[in-house]
């Protein structure tokens, strides 16, 4: 097998994702000792452990004035909604942005548009269907509001799902980040809602798949399209 070949298989591992692969092998060693057929359905788990915490490098646009998916997976909801209060972002309706994350996605998240971190703020929660609209009310959560460049501030909002159990955030109050960068983590399938700046022009359809770092979710700077 070429090397070209090998990498599309075989992806980086984020460190998150060390213990469980290791406690996973673990119990397949052990599966293989008292039966042979469970130890190949644990390997199967072991194999599929692995390739949630892929931590594939993406290829951010080169292209100012976007916003790009803060996750891979589908746009599960669109419209106006006021954003946590814990953010600081107004009262207001933004424009909101969901992407919903299977168990089959890869789950490291990632900046929407380069700016300064205004806030970070977690909410314990309930564990709702991540794709229900109240989930976003209801759920765990954490969120970060951005400052941006031109002063305009927008929010990102880790949601935790119906087997999620666990949000991860890296990012502290002040820190400076890249479009695309890595800020957090959610264990087992969970979603993204992105609060839109003002002025911001969506560029995604419920139902489209989005690639994290990649997928432009809205123009920052267009006229909308007729």
């Known amino acids: 097998m070429s090397v070209s070949m090998l990498s599309t298989f075989v992806k980086p591992m984020h ?33 599929w452990v692995y390739y949630f915490f892929r931590d594939p490098e993406r290829v951010v646009p080169d292209r100012p004035g976007i916003m790009v998916s803060p996750a891979d997976g589908i746009v599960s909801l669109m419209g106006r909604a006021v954003p946590p209060a814990e953010l600081g972002l107004g009262e207001a309706p933004m424009m909101r942005i969901c992407v919903f994350m299977s168990v089959f996605n890869c789950h490291v998240n990632r900046l929407p548009a380069a700016g300064r971190v205004t806030a970070v703020a977690y909410r314990p929660g309930k564990f709702l269907n991540a794709s229900l609209d109240k989930a976003s009310e209801d759920n765990e959560r954490n969120g970060l509001a951005v400052e941006m460049a031109d002063g305009r501030r927008y929010g990102v909002v880790q949601i935790a799902g119906l087997v999620a159990r666990r949000i991860l955030c890296w990012t502290a109050q002040g820190d400076r980040l890249a479009t695309g960068a890595r800020f957090g983590l959610i264990r087992f399938g969970s979603r993204l809602d992105v609060y839109l700046p003002e002025g911001a022009v969506p560029r995604v359809a419920i139902g489209q798949t989005m690639v994290a770092g990649e997928t432009v979710i809205a123009d920052l700077v267009a006229e909308p399209r007729p």
């Open 15 to 47: 460190p998150e994702g060390r213990r469980f692969v290791a406690i996973a092998a673990g119990i397949t060693l052990l599966a293989f000792l008292l039966w042979a057929p469970l130890g190949w359905v644990c390997a199967g788990l072991t194999i």
